[in-house]
């Protein structure tokens, strides 16, 4: 079982959610962000060790993987200057640096938040959406087969429209594209990608993800699957010990 834990994309909405969640748990989490700002910020969150660095450079992506057992993926890119600079974006780029560095370092399993509408999801995204964000769908889907690809264990969650909502616990889990639709609570993807971490029967599966109570449009390919969440720790009054390491 994984006990070290990286979150890349640590200070993102998803992200914020997987360390709040994973400081409950045993495992030691390491957190990655492009930005000194938000250390402090991810420390107070629950990150046992902060990382700074850029996942468009292999060097920093091989540093943040180096000692780590597993990897929950939740970087992503907001729409903007990059659409019309053609320049290289970390959903697809930066994940495959981040795939090529957790090859090298012998990392067990590696969960990545993609997005529906990605690869044979993508009627299920709405095509004003799609014509927006196609180049970003377009990274994540090259960045999922790279991860298909790589040899490591993996699992990849394509949630719906994300939202700040409380997590609902009653999620729609499809596999095979054309599932399912609708919103999610980021909470609720956080729990299943930290479920995803000690849940063998979703190693090396593709699921499409949304909220029962916000699907829209018929349902196919729901799948059942007995996901393994992490006992939470018991509290402790003692203070956490906190390593920043700014590479």
Known sequence: MATTVLV???SGGTGRRLLEQL???DYTVRALTRSCRKVGTLSDLG???VMVGDLLDPADAAKAVRGCDAVLCAVGTTPGLADFLGEDVVDGAGVV????AAVAADVETFVMESALGVGDSRDQAPLGLRLVLWRYLTAKNHAEAWLRSSGLTYTIFRPGRLTDDP???DILVGEGGATVRGAIARDDVARLMI???STPEAANRTFEVADHGDARGPTRGLV???WQFPPER???DDPIRIDVTEE
């Open 8 to 10: 890349a994309g640590a």
């Open 23 to 25: 400081e409950t748990t």
């Open 47 to 49: 990150a046992d060790e």
């Open 97 to 100: 640096n981040l795939v090529n």
């Open 167 to 169: 997590a609902s616990g």
């Open 195 to 197: 479920a995803a971490l």
């Open 224 to 226: 059942d699957v007995d």
């Open 234 to 236: 018991p509290q402790s």
